[in-house]
Nanobody
Framework: VQLQASGGGLVQPGGSLRLSCAAS????????IGWFRQRPGKERRFVAA???????WYSDPANSRFTISGDNAETTVWLQMDNLEPEDTAVYYC????????????????WGQGTQVTVSS
């Protein structure tokens, strides 16, 4: 079972990035997929998730800068991040959850290795 996160990089404030989470070794449709981020010196925190029914969940539903989506073949989940701010700088992780609250790390069974996002001018 593997989750491969990619798509991070250096971007200027106001820019966009699209992170990808590719799954192998299991059926992505059986799991909810979440994105977490960890800022330097901080805890890893929930950003967004898409559950097994395709419903999207966000840490801040009023924040429309981030959009989570998946492909129909259920092999990849994306996190589109727009209008990025320096505070979005973090390592972003994707993870798979079979059950439980999608907002908490303990519900996730598998984790990718993380991809660095740096927002700076």
């Amino acid at each position: 079972v593997q989750l491969q996160a990619s798509g991070g990089g250096l971007v200027q404030p106001g820019g966009s990035l699209r992170l990808s989470c590719a799954a192998s070794g299991f059926n992505l449709g059986d799991y909810a997929i979440g994105w977490f981020r960890q800022r330097p010196g901080k805890e890893r925190r929930f950003v967004a998730a898409v559950d097994q029914s395709g419903r999207a969940w966000y840490s801040d539903p009023a924040n429309s800068r981030f959009t989570i989506s998946g492909d129909n073949a259920e092999t990849t989940v994306w996190l589109q991040m727009d209008n990025l701010e320096p505070e979005d700088t973090a390592v972003y992780y994707c993870a798979a959850s079979y059950s439980g609250s999608l907002y908490v790390r303990e519900s996730y069974d598998y984790w990718g290795q993380g991809t660095q996002v740096t927002v700076s001018s």
